[in-house]
């Protein structure tokens, strides 16, 4: 197939750009580079260093003869996105290009329109093209289980069946999210939805947990292929940040009680659903929604974890209880159903494998590399000015 992967130059995208180009699809990367440059412009750092995007291009077509293309643009871009997908006709759009984390989007009003901006109005770009230039394509949306927030109800596939007053309806599951990262996805979902019904587009609205790891087995082929690995306040996911921590003897950064309870999966996982969704498509005017993670677990059963490898590899590591500078629930209800992407024959990985076999190893051997500055969180959820560390 002709797949379209928007956001390729990331975390994920990176990755899932070479998977689908060992199974033989045609991939196309656009991305506007965002990612890189809040590094560069706030001196955060990548725990293990990568290639820019010239080079891992060059480097996969070297290791395996197989070409990935990329395209450096913006989905707010109108003229360059709907020119892309005019000419490159793609059967799947992946589309992973957004602003992707809680606390950018409440560093400031202008992070947080920024965040809006970027992605609400990016995705209705992306919808418009689509529905202009390319009707049969199938968009698989990266959205996020955040979109639920943590409803004291079993969270369900993106519908609910509702019995009010004696009557009956199936509708979109009540959304609540906790910060105007989230928001934004909500919205896209909101917009999504409505395009199909108007436009006849298929979509899939994957909502994804807390993604850990960093090693794929297409990223194992040569260092110069791997993907970013985020530590810091910003940009780091929970696990990757407590194993990095681990790593340096320090205190693990559990936000408040630590009860708060997420859904995870492992990054070798989310590989596997894209490719899932993309092989067993909905049919024409279909928004689809599937709930994409495999395991849920509290904070503090994280540190735990964390702190039970780190003593098998002789690491000593305490937990420390910082104010929490989010605004969160911290003991909650959580239960949320996953059973879609199960069926369609997803074999998870588990977590606590993956912390002692890669995450510390990773972390151990990329010490030297890890800015104990960029750890702490000085975002805090009800200040209206936030100030990043350099
Ligand atoms: P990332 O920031 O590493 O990658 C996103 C990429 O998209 C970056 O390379 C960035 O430069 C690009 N991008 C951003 N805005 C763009 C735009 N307007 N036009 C073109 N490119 C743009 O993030 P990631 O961790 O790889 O996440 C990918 C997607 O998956 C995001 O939509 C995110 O919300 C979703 N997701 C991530 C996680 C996670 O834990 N990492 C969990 C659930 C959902
Ligand atoms: N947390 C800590 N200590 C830390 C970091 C986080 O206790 O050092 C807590 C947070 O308070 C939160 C939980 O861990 O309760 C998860 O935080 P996170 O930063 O790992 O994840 P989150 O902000 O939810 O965002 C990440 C990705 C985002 C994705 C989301 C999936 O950045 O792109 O959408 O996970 S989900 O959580 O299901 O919404």
Request: some cysteine; overall charge neutral; hydrophobic content about 35%.
């Amino acid at each position: 197939m002709k797949i379209l992967i928007i956001g390729g130059d990331g975390y994920l995208g990176w990755p899932q750009a070479m998977y689908l180009s060992k199974k033989g699809h045609t991939i196309l990367i656009l991305d506007s580079l965002m990612r890189r440059e809040f590094d560069l412009k706030n001196n955060f750092n990548s725990l293990v260093s990568i290639e820019n995007v010239k080079e891992r291009t060059r480097v996969w077509k070297e290791k395996t003869g197989l070409e990935i293309h990329y395209i450096i643009g913006d989905t707010r871009d109108y003229p360059l996105l709907s020119k892309t997908i005019k000419g490159f006709q793609p059967e799947a759009i992946v589309h992973f290009g957004e602003q992707r984390t809680a606390p950018y989007s409440m560093i400031d009003r202008e992070h947080a329109v920024f965040t809006m901006d970027n992605n609400v109005i990016g995705t209705m770009n992306v919808l418009y093209a689509i529905k202009d230039f390319c009707q049969d394509c199938h968009l698989v949306k990266l959205g996020t289980m955040g979109e639920y927030g943590t409803p004291n109800i079993d969270i369900e596939e993106g519908y609910i069946e509702i019995e009010h007053k004696g009557r009956k309806d199936k509708l979109p599951y009540p959304k609540q999210p906790s910060s105007f990262y989230h928001l934004s996805k909500v919205h896209d979902s909101h917009n999504i939805m409505f395009a199909c019904k108007i436009w006849n587009i298929k979509a899939t609205d994957l909502n994804q947990g807390v993604v850990y790891g960093h090693e794929t087995e297409e990223t194992e082929i040569d260092p110069r292929l791997a993907t970013r690995f985020d530590y810091d306040q910003i940009y780091g996911t929970v696990l990757n940040r407590f194993c990095v921590q681990a790593a340096i003897g320090y205190p693990l950064t559990v936000y408040g009680k630590g009860g708060q309870t997420r859904s995870y999966i492992n990054i070798q996982d989310t590989m596997r659903c894209i490719e899932l969704a993309i092989e067993n498509p909905p049919h024409k005017a279909e928004f689809r929604v599937f709930n994409q993670f495999t395991e849920i677990f509290s904070i503090n059963q994280l540190s735990e974890i964390v702190s039970h490898c780190s003593q098998e590899l002789n690491l000593k590591v305490e937990i420390r209880h910082l104010d929490n500078p989010r605004v969160e629930s911290e003991k909650h209800y959580y239960n949320a159903v996953n059973t879609n992407l199960i069926n369609l024959g997803l074999k998870p990985h588990y977590l606590r494998n993956t912390v002692l076999t890669s995450l510390m190893k990773e972390a151990l051997r990329n010490k030297s590399r890890i800015n104990n500055k960029l750890i702490d969180p000085s975002v805090n959820w009800r200040k209206i000015k936030n100030i990043l560390p350099q």
